[in-house]
């Protein structure tokens, strides 16, 4: 969706409960929903109505400078004992925030061009000025955008198959610990990086993949000691890749399709084999480099290519490359590390799936699409 449409559809109601209903984000009147009042519980529909809320002078004041309906809240009741149903309880656009207590604060209107500056791959930054809204809202919203993409990873299957490419790597994340890190700095609206478009973490951060590393050479056990890497942490990567013809430029290409991302604590060859087979389907062509710990993956049911990266780009033999998922280090650690220098380890497996969401849509556009699919599928709306 571009973004005049979308203001085409948030600045009309009529167009914004349409839209909000049939993508199915919200309760729609048509179905039938049992009353939350206990003292009805009666199956029926909903009607949408209005109800004057209480809210200050002053803020009555901005929201009308806004455009904003002031006083009074599109919401939807029961026919039969007349309570009222927020029609966006029970969905995404009523999810909890940090405190526990449910948003529900924010417009519509709000929310969606929260996930829309999200799905455009904006800075949070640029989010708390054009809407208004504050640094602790923007950074709950993402997390709330992150946390779909995590449900939605965790329904993956497993990927490849008999002729399907897949190059595996693994590089080592690792940032600069800061002190005095606070809730303020949370997330990608990270203060170090506000508006910053040059921000660049220090340049042994962004040192390449493993192929490049000193570590290469390190045994297994000192690997996963977090003190000695400063507090570095190992992603695997596995990037399905497509073949096609670039009719323009008369050459075959290569695409990356999908892009799994996985923080492991190490990265000797159980841990790889273990991840490969649960995320690969037997037979399918996985081309490494030659670190030990893709050795044997011949034996356990792939079709294993190596690139010797001291020698070749491409295997002189097989064609066998890795580029795709080299050149997709990059900007992970540069995204990446700019949040792990604001926020706890835990929350980087969110930011991985995000990356995986965004590998699986051509574009930003679709992006947001997707994604309001996946709340429509995890927060479903009707029948409740
Ligand atoms: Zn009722």
């Avoid at 921000?199 to 003190?227: N, Q, R």
């Avoid at 490969?276 to 996985?286: K, R, S």
């Avoid at 064609?319 to 929350?347: C, F, H, Y």
Wanted: proline share 4%; glycine share 6%.
């Amino acid at each position: 969706m571009a973004e005049l449409r979308l203001y085409y559809i948030l600045n009309d109601e009529t167009r914004l409960k349409e839209f909000l209903t049939t993508r199915q984000l919200i309760k729609t009147p048509d179905s039938i929903h049992t009353c939350p009042n206990s003292r009805c519980r009666r199956p029926g529909r909903l009607k949408w109505s209005r109800r004057t809320r209480n809210i200050g002078p002053a803020n009555a004041a901005s929201r009308k400078i806004e455009g904003e309906d002031d006083r009074s809240l599109l919401t939807m009741r029961c026919n039969a004992c007349k309570t009222y149903v927020s029609p966006r309880s029970g969905t995404f656009f009523a999810y909890a925030d940090s405190s526990g207590r449910a948003n529900v604060r924010l417009s519509y209107q709000r929310v969606l061009l929260i996930i829309f500056h999200w799905a455009m791959n904006r800075l949070g930054i640029d989010t708390i000025i054009s809407l208004g809204v504050s640094d602790h809202t923007v950074v709950d919203w993402r997390r709330f955008c992150r946390n779909v993409c995590v449900a939605a990873f965790q329904q993956r299957e497993k990927m490849g198959g008999v002729g399907v490419v897949v190059e595996v790597d693994e590089s080592i994340l690792h940032g600069r610990r800061k002190a005095n890190r606070g809730r303020l700095l949370l997330g990608d609206i990270a203060q170090s990086s506000w508006g910053r478009d040059d921000y660049v973490p220090d340049v042994d951060d962004l040192s390449g993949s493993s192929s490049e590393s000193d570590s290469e050479t390190t045994p297994d056990h000192e690997e996963c000691d977090p003190l000695r890497r400063n507090n570095g942490a190992w992603v695997v990567g596995m990037c399905r890749v497509s073949f096609y013809f670039d009719e323009r430029q008369q050459k075959d290409r290569r695409k990356s399709e999908e892009l799994r991302l996985f923080q492991v604590d190490r990265r000797d060859q159980r841990t790889l084999h273990e991840l490969i087979l649960a995320e690969l389907e037997p037979g399918t062509i996985v081309n490494t480099d030659e670190w030990r710990g893709y050795n044997g993956l011949g034996s356990i049911g792939y079709h294993h290519n190596t690139v010797n990266h001291s020698e070749h780009f491409v295997d002189p033999v097989t064609g066998a490359q890795t580029q795709n998922i080299e050149s997709a280090w990059r900007p992970i650690k540069t995204r990446i590390l700019r949040v792990m220098n604001g926020i706890p380890q835990d929350a980087m497996p969110s930011y991985l799936a995000e990356i995986w969401l965004r590998s699986r849509c051509k574009d930003r556009e679709a992006v947001f699409n997707r994604f309001l699919e996946l709340i429509a599928q995890q927060y479903p709306v009707d029948g409740g």
